[in-house]
């Protein structure tokens, strides 16, 4: 079956544009999962979503980041006003309910120029 | 501060060898380790372990946890060129959702 789906695959915008990235899970999976990796360095967790419950923001890095979801399917992660240090690989996954082992997409590489 | 801390951070051997990952943890209610294979960006599902003591086994890979001493090791025997990648190690918590947090990951380099 198809997996989590990411795009764009890769993104390159100039420092203060916003930009909008999006994650489609596999299908009847409830828990979806934003993470961020910078060159060289593990994964840091973003934000999560269940079902209809509200969103755990926790791991957000500042208010210039939020994130969507529709229902149980498409998620989209917006920054607004890009910084330099916004530059990384955006991966989503999802779990068929949390706790289960999560499913990663390809990611999102974002540059900030 | 939860931490996960994986070792060796990078390790180069040649086709055949057997190679043995290790990762550490301090987390608050500690729910189940789980290692993932990345390759190029897209973290692959390997392993996920909950109980001590019992092995995961997966063609040439294997992997144990200890929850006494907080680690647990990744075994790759005979490896390939194929086998190349980073090796991450995650930890989730019973008292979330399944948030996890991630080591730093070990680069692994196969040559033929």
């Known amino acids: 079956g198809a997996g989590v789906s990411q795009s764009p695959s890769n993104k390159v915008t100039e420092k203060g544009k916003d930009v909008e990235l999006r994650c489609d899970p596999i299908s009847g999976h409830t828990a979806l999962y934003w993470y961020r990796q910078r060159l060289g360095q593990g994964l840091e967790f973003l934000i999560y979503?269940?079902?209809?419950?509200?969103?755990?923001k926790s791991g957000l890095p500042s208010d210039r980041f939020s994130a969507e979801r529709t229902g149980e399917s498409v998620s989209t992660l917006t920054i607004q006003r890009t910084q330099q240090e916004d530059s990384a690989v955006y991966l989503c996954a999802s779990s068929l309910v949390p706790l289960y082992e999560q499913y990663f997409g390809p990611g999102t590489r974002l540059t900030v120029t | 501060e939860d931490k996960v801390v994986q070792s060796p951070l990078s390790l180069v051997v040649h086709e055949g060898d057997t190679v043995t990952l290790n990762c550490s943890y301090e987390?608050?209610?500690?729910?189940?380790l789980l290692w993932y294979k990345q390759e190029k960006k897209a973290p692959t599902f390997l392993f996920m372990l909950?109980?001590?003591?019992i092995e995961k086994k997966s063609g040439r890979l294997s992997s144990i946890l200890d929850k006494k001493e907080l680690f647990s090791i990744l075994n790759i025997t005979a490896t390939q060129t194929g086998d190349s990648a980073v090796y991450l190690c995650?930890?989730?918590?019973?008292?979330?959702?399944?948030?996890?947090?991630f080591g730093q990951g070990t680069i692994l380099t196969v040559h033929p």
């Open positions: 995650a930890v989730s918590q019973g008292t979330s959702y399944g948030k996890l947090t």
């Open positions: 909950t109980s001590s003591g």
């Open positions: 987390v608050t209610n500690f729910r189940s």
């Open positions: 979503f269940q079902g209809n419950s509200a969103p755990d």
